[in-house]
């Protein structure tokens, strides 16, 4: 029998070797048992089913636990530890742990996961036969994956990225009962920030495909923002020096999201809800509190864009 790295076989007990535990037999190739790698007491004779990995000193060796993934499988596992220069550590269920190589996370450090993120990831094997983690991607996640039920429209769910892009971020959605997850992606224009590889968090679905995957977006529809932005921004002017602000339906998007975190149409819309009750007034691109505006000149204002 040949043994590999990352497989599941059982073995027949060959011999004790105090104070260091059991060899077993492969027939031609005999594999260390060590005595804290045991959950069952067995002697000499008995064929025991274990998981072959190599330990820190890269031996091959054998544990009767049980790992949460095998060679070629697929499973979510923790973030335990992060080293700047190798990757990520995740936990196998081993009381030890597997690498995640660095060149499998994203290049922007921004998107690398955190300790007690959660990655979907396949066990393989690196140059020298010892076990490593690779990210799973779309195909392998597409083999288990669901497709969403036309309840989900509008719905607020949970995801899991699996694959931070810059023009969208690609995530699982949890599925609960129905089954493994579905595969669903948050376009750049609805994300309301970075999302990091292994990342959990809510978003609402705004579209299923025909496919069965899901589009979602992390803002607010946009009866719901819009009062939400409203109240942002008249805090905003509340807070400044005569209740005034140098921006209006004039600014340009790029500084309206810089200041407001928020798309020029959702500031537009805000602004529009705040004229329309008459709390706010607009003039020469600014915007007053209008119970302010008579109070305070235009002339001499530091514009603070």
């Known amino acids: ?82 080293h700047p220069r190798l990757g990520c550590f995740l936990e196998m269920g081993l009381g030890r742990q597997l690498l995640l190589p660095i060149r ?35 195909y392998e996640l597409a083999e288990q994956a669901i497709a969403a039920p036309s309840s989900w429209m509008g719905q607020t769910v949970t995801a899991r990225v699996y694959k931070p892009l810059q023009m969208g971020t690609f995530v699982l959605v949890e599925a609960g009962v129905l089954g493994f997850g579905v595969i669903g992606m948050v ?35 946009k ?21 005034a602000m140098p921006y209006s339906d004039a600014t340009p998007a790029d500084i309206i999201k810089q200041r407001f975190g928020i798309s020029k149409s959702a500031f537009k819309r805000a602004l529009g809800k705040l004229m329309k009750e008459g709390i706010v007034t607009q003039k020469e691109n600014w915007t007053y509190l209008a119970r302010e505006e008579e109070d305070v000149p235009v002339e001499g204002k530091e514009d603070s864009q």
Do not use: C, W
């Open 223 to 243: 009866e719901v923002g819009r009062d939400i932005d409203s109240a942002n921004l008249l805090e905003f002017l509340n807070a400044r020096p005569g209740g």
């Open 1 to 82: 029998m040949s043994l590999i790295a990352g497989t599941i076989v059982t073995l027949k007990v060959a011999r004790e070797v105090s104070p260091y535990g059991y060899f077993l037999s492969a027939g031609d190739q005999d594999v260390m048992l060590h005595y804290t790698e045991l959950t069952d007491k067995i002697k000499p004779g008995d064929s025991v089913e274990v998981f072959l990995f190599f330990d820190t000193e890269d031996r091959f060796a054998a544990t009767m636990k049980k790992p949460f993934l095998t060679l070629g499988e697929m499973a979510l596992l923790e973030v335990a530890d992060i």
């Open 187 to 221: 376009h750049s224009s609805e994300r309301s920030r970075l999302l990091r590889l292994g990342e959990q968090f809510e978003a609402r679905v705004s579209h299923i495909r025909e496919d069965g995957r899901v589009n979602l977006s992390m803002t607010h529809r």
């Open 104 to 138: 499998e996370l994203p290049e922007l450090k921004e998107l690398h996961p955190q300790v007690g993120d959660y990655v979907y990831v396949m066990m393989e094997h690196d140059k020298q036969g010892r076990l490593r983690a690779k990210l799973a991607g779309e």
